[in-house]
DNA sequence: AATTAGCACTTTTTATTGACAAGTGCTAAA
DNA sequence: TTTAGCACTTGTCAATAAAAAGTGCTAATT
């Protein structure tokens, strides 16, 4: 257990080196405690033994470990209001009564990555989370169409197909078997649904009914199981730690374009807002993601924040925190 | 005009200086030319002063100049074919016949970017190209309903949007008016005949009929003007004039992002391969944009190659020409 | 008239040095 | 328990020097 001073000194110093990342010397922080700069260096040499804090050379001021952020985001943190401001421009968005769910997010985010030059991601429901609400097939020419999946949640996606030798009247009525048999089932389980409960159906009366069941297979099982917006991907640049060292770089977006990386952010399913610190955050060892799920009437889903571990936690919390009380009303 | 041995000399260097970014210098050349550097030196400040070379210091080797690319590409650049193993990659994805034309083109430039380490992008035709095919309305809940565009090229665009006191009767109505009277305009022109033609009709029979409009006049109205696909945004940062340069790198992620910009590499139109050098790119002075149109059926667009200005122009040209020939059949 | 050898001159790159600043750890005194 | 004091480390910055790469020009050569 840390004591009174300790607690203070850490906070002090993962929060200096937030505003700016330079190492913090016992000296600055002997002033504003008011004991003289041995005892602050007595106490960091403790935090440090504790693992808290690190030294990036043998005579460096100290800088927070992993653990540190941790502890700070644990313990120490005190939630930051938005200011007025930023609470206004937000503000204009979700009062809009025009827009979409999923508008309002994005439009809000982009704002809030504006503000705070963070990455952010709204992440849809995953596959099996979504039921197929409704297909629907539009002919392009003789050869190919469109395949429309609707889910329950609103969330479309679409594929051209190209089908030889099969009639608008044998696609129709595949269609209106599949919204009629299969509509209501989750996105994952269609494949299977369609094989057991539409190919013995269409084989009776379709002539190139294997075709026709092989294009819904694919268009089913292509569908990406997530719905992924990244907004202010460059925002990355901003941050001094990641500016001057472009193998940092090329990870970090390598592993936002792979989306499979991004379902770890939706990994838990706790309901509050969670913060994964450097390493935890599977991204990169100076990444922190912030992130917390929502849930607004039928559509669900996880809106998160990553930016260096050098974030501002007490403001992003805040933010987030904002953010989901105005998507869940 | 330039002489024998200047053509000889400037494809010399700006082969020599595409294979690795350092300035050329007489006594390499000279052992190449079986003349003294003295001579090479004088051929090279002649070509200097035509503008073809630049230097990067007083006494550096000499470098192309913007000017010598395009006069390398216009006259001295020997098309390469394409290696077996790259070739026979590609030609598993062009040979497969399930896949839609769209899909075939976005495989092969994932595979295109990967082996050269450039940018890859796919343009579909603007949006006064395109022909609204048919649209539909999937209901969500009461208050909300996804609509969905089709265009007549397979182009799909969805947007959610929120009605109140609409009935799904009255929907209906209204999406087989549109499909029936407004069905193969160009997309550009559809808010316009949406006012002429859609809203005197249904001001008769739909209640809330301004705010059933103004619905599908938004949805319309923000119709992303085109439809974009860019493969290895990242690549840029494997080429050696980006990756030391922070701030060349934010300018041409920027740039990506931004699509107005894109826009740029459709302006002219021109069926045959076009390359812009350096500044022509519009991107960044130290990126190339290599593309062509093509055109399969209905379906038309431009694809192109995003790369440093050092970029392999005989390799490139020659893969662009091999995608073209083979989309097009 | 074209080519080449030779040399002075520039600029970049790299290493070395020294001085200074920032900060630590430890010891001994308060 | 706290603090003053001091030796010690490390990083940063500027200055200097030497080496490497390459040029332009002049004068000699072919």
Redesign the pocket.
Known sequence: MLTE?QNKILKLIVERYIKEP???????L?KIL?????????E??SL?DMGLLE????????VPSEAGYRYYVDNLMELKKMNAEDMFKLQIVFKNQQLALSDTINQSLQIISDMTNYTTVVLGGSSHENLLKQIEVVPIDEESMVVLIVTDKGHVEHKSIKLKDVSTDEIKKTVSLINNLIAGTPIDEVSSKLEFEIKPIIGNYVKQHEQLYNAFYHVFNDYSSHDVNIVGRTKMLEQPEFSNNVEKIKNVFNKLENKELLNSIEQDDDNNIKVYIGEESKIDDDVTVIKTKFKNGNEEGTIAIIGPKRMEYDRVVGMLEYMKENIER
């Open positions: 001073r330079i190492p913090v010397g016992s000296k600055v002997s008011k004991c003289s700069s041995a005892t602050v260096r007595n960091m040499a440090e030294k990036t050379h043998t005579s460096s001021g100290r």
